[in-house]
């Protein structure tokens, strides 16, 4: 299985405020990964597909990057709405494999 | 993008089987757009991806999962289910039903399944 890890587990941070998220796959995967936000009792919602391309109707202040197995999502200028808990999902092989999360919480 | 909603006990007991339904609307199981997949997510292990099947029939488990799993496809009633055997609480989770493309999952909503005597 190709491991995803995500870092940090946890951030504090405040409105206005750029966040970075990384992940880091275990072996080669391309492009081929998707980041999630995710809030309570809610289903993932997809922000960024193929590493790169923005979901249609995902605000451009969410962006990412990456190739091979180094990715960073960054969020800039922080909302209010963006409080939530952040996963990178690899479509590269199966079995599909999740990021451990990145609760983003207010400061 | 199709919708899907799971249904099926919220309760199970440990040793049983715990059996999931996913209705799928406004698009048919029985087409290759799509694999039917079930995803579950529980605070200790996180988003874990449980297997899909295709409209031919084929399924595809995790390997962690594949000795206690079956996903079937019912065409006439529009749906796919899950079954998962032998379960302990560690089998606790919201149980997702998803429609797979490559990059895009569309979600179900989830439902809460819990293992407990």
């Known amino acids: 299985d190709i491991q995803m890890t995500q870092s940090p587990s946890s951030l504090s941070a405040s409105v206005g405020d750029r966040v970075t998220i990384t992940c880091r796959a275990s072996?080669?995967?391309?492009?081929?990964l998707v980041w999630y936000q995710q809030k309570p009792g809610k289903a993932p919602k997809s922000l960024i597909y193929d590493a790169s391309s923005l979901q249609s109707g995902v605000p451009s202040r969410f962006s990412g990057s990456g190739y091979g197995t180094d990715f960073t999502l960054t969020i800039s200028n922080l909302q209010p709405e963006d409080f939530a808990t952040y996963y990178c999902?690899?479509?590269?092989?199966?079995?599909?494999?999740f990021g451990g999360g990145t609760k983003v919480e207010i400061k | 993008q199709v919708q899907l909603q799971e249904s099926g006990p919220g309760l199970v007991k440990p040793s049983e089987t715990l059996s999931l339904t996913c209705t799928v609307s406004g698009g048919t199981v029985n087409t290759g757009l799509y694999y039917w997949t079930w995803i579950r997510q529980s605070p200790g292990r996180g988003l874990e991806w449980i297997g899909y099947?295709?409209?031919?029939?084929?399924?595809n488990y995790n390997p962690s999962l594949e000795s206690r799993v079956t996903i079937s496809m019912d065409t006439s009633k529009n749906q796919f289910s899950l079954q998962l055997n032998s379960v302990t609480a560690a089998d606790t989770a919201v149980y997702f039903c998803?429609?797979?493309?490559?990059?895009?999952?569309?979600w179900g909503q989830g439902t809460l399944v819990t293992v407990s005597s």
């Open positions: 999902q690899q479509h590269h092989r199966y079995p599909l494999t």
């Open positions: 998803a429609s797979e493309r490559g990059s895009n999952i569309g």
């Open positions: 072996q080669d995967i391309n492009r081929w």
């Open positions: 099947i295709y409209f031919t029939g084929s399924a």
